[in-house]
């Protein structure tokens, strides 16, 4: 009798049946719907297929069962949330914003970039280079790239006449009188307009437009362990003491690069530049802060499970792989939080606003009803910080002594620099000597125009994100400015003590009216938030995410609630993290640095310290008891 039914039990288990979902609206579907998408070949985009949830076990790689009640939000190719509804020229039929209030044309991208923003070279004299490279790394964790590569790689004919006739071309026009381009005769920049669900066909064409990207709009390290679990099982995984596939070359250790499969480093400088890192996610080779900053997270992942694996020596790899998955992930999330957040936007104002906790024990405000979902304002306002990204890289020794420097747009897509040269060493130094641009109207020279560097004669990377404003159909600044602040602007003035009055001159000269106003254009001529370093938009679009993560993401580190959670020891472990550590435990040639490293190392606080004085995480806190009863 009891065989049969541990029989009947064993049968059920195996037979765990996989659920469909319709990625858009994040319900179950027939087997009959899904075969119509197979039947046209974008099942994989418009459908989540995910097996039924277990309350009680962790964070999935692909997001899904975080919130027990919609199994698929969370996952990837699932829909954006907007904060105000989107806004089109009217009759809503091309989904275009091109008309002003008045009916006229709006200005041209270009022509606004040109006026509203200033090209220069000004170093930070506060932040480093480290903090740019965190800041996208942390954008990246939820958006793609694809945009990008769409048009220089897929598409590269957006400019020419065949571009007239495809439909995902959206060049932009460059003004006759433009102050740079007047002389180069180019008249166009190359791009196209982000993926949706209309474009891959799982919503109607007649439908507004919504964004889809492959990234799981959690924070959750998608960049190192992907955004599917088959891809983190064949690219990511060893399968050995919870470790994480590597290379040793040279001395250092790297995430594996298949020379062959991946041709996406196309910037690669052979014979001598073959290293291209085959990951779960392509974003591991795309911009060099980015990459860098995902080698370091995928060497962490593997100090980790070693050091797990001395402290518990009977855990298997599912059991190491999985808490130093977590663990990252909590890192990477404690430095965001609480390190690099709080130095752009203000630690009071964080606190004041509840993205901070004030006590360093549990925070358990998870509330089921919100969807673990991404802003498209929050996605989109971050490329603010295209402005005060520095063009060029320079590289120091271990000692600080300044050797060399490049062009940063030169290595994109070109991860097998870092492999050369001992660049990986000197640029690692670098990222915490060398300063970021500064926060002013100041855009480097380079990201105006050669953004994408070898890949295009000329582009400028803030004139796209203008244009991409008004494809996404984000209501105007003033719209923004009002449910953030809750005052109504009804004339250009009423932006003053907002805006520098030279700047609404400008403003003034540009639009007819102020309803006219882009939002990318209102935060780029905005005055910071008191006590941050940030526009003041851009702040309210970036802490409402903030905040959503907190409470929409089941398994936030710091709930005591969530399965597997930390206990208050380990949770205390984990606050002491820093990016100073981070460097100190992965980063190559890294035996000293100052204890803030997003700041310029400075005084004697922030003065380039030994890294034994850097706080580190103690293992012995997840020790099992367990492990000796077994032995
Ligand atoms: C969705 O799932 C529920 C519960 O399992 C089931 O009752 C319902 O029939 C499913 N709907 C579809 C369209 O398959
Ligand atoms: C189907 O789609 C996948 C990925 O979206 C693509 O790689 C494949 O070539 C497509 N197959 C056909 C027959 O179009
Ligand atoms: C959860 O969020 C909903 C929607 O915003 C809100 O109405 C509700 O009060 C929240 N619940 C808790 C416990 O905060
Ligand atoms: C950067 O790339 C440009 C061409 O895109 C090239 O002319 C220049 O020499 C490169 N600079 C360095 C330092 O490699
Ligand atoms: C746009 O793409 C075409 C085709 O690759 C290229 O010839 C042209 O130079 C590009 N435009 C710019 C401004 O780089």
Same mark, same amino acid.
């Given at each position: 009798?009891?065989?049969?039914?541990?029989?009947?039990?064993?049968?059920?288990?195996?037979?765990?049946?996989?659920?469909?979902?319709?990625?858009?609206?994040?319900?179950?579907?027939?087997?009959?719907?899904?075969?119509?998408?197979?039947?046209?070949?974008?099942?994989?985009?418009?459908?989540?297929?995910?097996?039924?949830?277990?309350?009680?076990?962790?964070?999935?790689?692909?997001?899904?069962?975080?919130?027990?009640?919609?199994?698929?939000?969370?996952?990837?190719?699932?829909?954006?949330?907007?904060?105000?509804?989107?806004?089109?020229?009217?009759?809503?039929?091309?989904?275009?914003?091109?008309?002003?209030?008045?009916?006229?044309?709006?200005?041209?991208?270009?022509?606004?970039?040109?006026?509203?923003?200033?090209?220069?070279?000004?170093?930070?004299?506060?932040?480093?280079?480290?903090?740019?490279?965190?800041?996208?790394?942390?954008?990246?964790?939820?958006?793609?790239?694809?945009?990008?590569?769409?048009?220089?790689?897929?598409?590269?004919?957006?400019?020419?006449?065949?571009?007239?006739?495809?439909?995902?071309?959206?060049?932009?026009?460059?003004?006759?009188?433009?102050?740079?381009?007047?002389?180069?005769?180019?008249?166009?920049?190359?791009?196209?307009?982000?993926?949706?669900?209309?474009?891959?066909?799982?919503?109607?064409?007649?439908?507004?437009?919504?964004?889809?990207?492959?990234?799981?709009?959690?924070?959750?390290?998608?960049?190192?362990?992907?955004?599917?679990?088959?891809?983190?099982?064949?690219?990511?995984?060893?399968?050995?003491?919870?470790?994480?596939?590597?290379?040793?070359?040279?001395?250092?250790?790297?995430?594996?690069?298949?020379?062959?499969?991946?041709?996406?480093?196309?910037?690669?400088?052979?014979?001598?530049?073959?290293?291209?890192?085959?990951?779960?996610?392509?974003?591991?080779?795309?911009?060099?802060?980015?990459?860098?900053?995902?080698?370091?997270?995928?060497?962490?992942?593997?100090?980790?499970?070693?050091?797990?694996?001395?402290?518990?020596?009977?855990?298997?790899?599912?059991?190491?792989?999985?808490?130093?998955?977590?663990?990252?992930?909590?890192?990477?999330?404690? /430095?965001? +939080?609480? =390190?690099?957040?709080?130095?752009? !936007?203000?630690?009071?104002?964080?606190?004041?606003? #509840? &993205?901070?906790? $004030?006590?360093?024990?549990?925070?358990?405000?998870?509330?089921?009803?919100?969807?673990?979902?991404?802003?498209?304002?929050?996605?989109?306002?971050?490329?603010?910080?295209?402005?005060?990204?520095?063009?060029?890289?320079?590289?120091?020794?271990?000692?600080?002594?300044?050797?060399?420097?490049?062009?940063?747009?030169?290595?994109?897509?070109?991860?097998?620099?870092?492999?050369?040269?001992?660049?990986?060493?000197?640029?690692?130094?670098?990222?915490?000597?060398?300063?970021?641009?500064?926060?002013?109207?100041?855009?480097?020279?380079?990201?105006?125009?050669?953004?994408?560097?070898?890949?295009?004669?000329?582009?400028?990377?803030?004139?796209?994100?203008?244009?991409?404003?008004?494809?996404?159909?984000?209501?105007?600044? /003033?719209? +923004?400015? =009002?449910?953030?602040?809750?005052? !109504?602007?009804?004339?250009?003035?009423?932006?003053? #003590? &907002?805006?520098? $009055?030279?700047?609404?001159?400008?403003?003034?000269?540009?639009?007819?009216?102020?309803?006219?106003?882009?939002?990318?254009?209102?935060?780029?001529?905005?005055?910071?938030?008191?006590?941050?370093?940030?526009?003041?938009?851009?702040?309210?679009?970036?802490?409402?995410?903030?905040?959503?993560?907190?409470?929409?993401?089941?398994?936030?580190?710091?709930?005591?609630?969530?399965?597997?959670?930390?206990?208050?020891?380990?949770?205390?472990?984990?606050?002491?993290?820093?990016?100073?550590?981070?460097?100190?435990?992965?980063?190559?040639?890294?035996?000293?640095?100052?204890?803030?490293?997003?700041?310029?190392?400075?005084?004697?606080?922030?003065?380039?310290?030994?890294?034994?004085?850097?706080?580190?995480?103690?293992?012995?806190?997840?020790?099992?008891?367990?492990?000796?009863?077994?032995?």
């Amino acid at each position: 009798m009891l065989a049969l039914l541990l029989l009947q039990f064993v049968t059920v288990l195996c037979d765990v049946k996989t659920i469909f979902y319709d990625s858009y609206r994040g319900v179950n579907i027939t087997d009959d719907e899904v075969k119509s998408y197979d039947a046209r070949n974008i099942t994989f985009w418009c459908v989540n297929e995910i097996e039924p949830c277990d309350p009680l076990e962790g964070r999935r790689v692909d997001g899904s069962c975080n919130n027990l009640e919609k199994p698929s939000r969370g996952a990837s190719h699932t829909p954006f949330i907007r904060l105000l509804p989107p806004y089109f020229d009217y009759p809503f039929k091309n989904f275009e914003h091109t008309k002003a209030a008045s009916g006229n044309s709006m200005p041209l991208a270009r022509y606004l970039r040109t006026r509203l923003l200033s090209v220069g070279k000004v170093p930070s004299q506060r932040y480093t280079q480290l903090a740019l490279y965190a800041f996208l790394f942390m954008a990246a964790d939820g958006t793609s790239l694809h945009d990008t590569i769409n048009f220089v790689f897929w598409r590269p004919y957006c400019c020419f006449e065949k571009g007239k006739k495809d439909q995902y071309c959206a060049p932009n026009k460059i003004p006759d009188d433009d102050p740079v381009h007047r002389f180069s005769g180019i008249r166009c920049f190359n791009m196209t307009k982000p993926e949706t669900f209309q474009s891959i066909g799982c919503l109607p064409k007649e439908t507004i437009p919504e964004r889809i990207v492959s990234s799981t709009p959690l924070l959750d390290l998608s960049t190192v362990y992907g955004n599917f679990v088959e891809n983190l099982d064949v690219k990511g995984r060893l399968f050995q003491v919870g470790l994480l596939k590597y290379e040793v070359a040279h001395g250092r250790v790297w995430p594996p690069s298949s020379k062959t499969l991946n041709n996406l480093c196309v910037g690669n400088q052979l014979p001598r530049e073959t290293r291209c890192h085959d990951m779960p996610e392509d974003g591991a080779n795309t911009l060099a802060g980015i990459s860098l900053m995902t080698i370091w997270y995928w060497r962490n992942h593997n100090l980790i499970a070693k050091e797990l694996f001395k402290v518990n020596s009977c855990w298997d790899d599912e059991m190491l792989f999985t808490t130093a998955r977590d663990i990252n992930i909590a890192i990477f999330n404690q /430095i965001n +939080y609480y =390190e690099l957040m709080p130095l752009f !936007l203000g630690c009071g104002n964080l606190l004041r606003d #509840g &993205i901070l906790s $004030p006590s360093a024990g549990f925070r358990d405000i998870y509330n089921k009803t919100i969807e673990p979902r991404m802003s498209l304002e929050y996605s989109f306002v971050l490329r603010w910080m295209h402005t005060i990204q520095e063009g060029t890289l320079k590289m120091f020794d271990p000692y600080g002594f300044y050797l060399k420097q490049v062009p940063i747009v030169n290595l994109t897509l070109r991860t097998g620099y870092l492999a050369v040269d001992n660049n990986i060493d000197y640029i690692t130094q670098g990222s915490f000597r060398q300063g970021s641009g500064k926060v002013d109207y100041i855009a480097d020279p380079d990201m105006a125009d050669r953004a994408l560097g070898p890949y295009q004669k000329a582009a400028d990377v803030m004139t796209n994100d203008l244009a991409k404003n008004r494809h996404f159909g984000f209501q105007p600044y /003033i719209r +923004y400015r =009002e449910i953030c602040f809750g005052k !109504l602007i009804r004339m250009f003035d009423d932006l003053r #003590g &907002i805006i520098d $009055p030279e700047r609404i001159e400008i403003l003034k000269d540009v639009y007819e009216k102020e309803i006219d106003i882009d939002l990318m254009a209102g935060i780029w001529v905005e005055k910071p938030i008191p006590e941050g370093y940030v526009p003041s938009t851009l702040y309210c679009l970036i802490i409402d995410q903030l905040r959503r993560n907190i409470v929409s993401d089941r398994h936030w580190y710091e709930r005591s609630k969530r399965p597997r959670a930390f206990n208050e020891r380990q949770l205390a472990e984990i606050r002491k993290y820093t990016i100073a550590r981070l460097l100190c435990d992965v980063g190559d040639t890294v035996s000293s640095i100052q204890p803030q490293a997003f700041l310029k190392a400075r005084g004697k606080n922030n003065k380039i310290t030994k890294c034994s004085k850097i706080p580190k995480i103690h293992y012995g806190q997840w020790f099992d008891s367990t492990c000796n009863l077994s032995r």
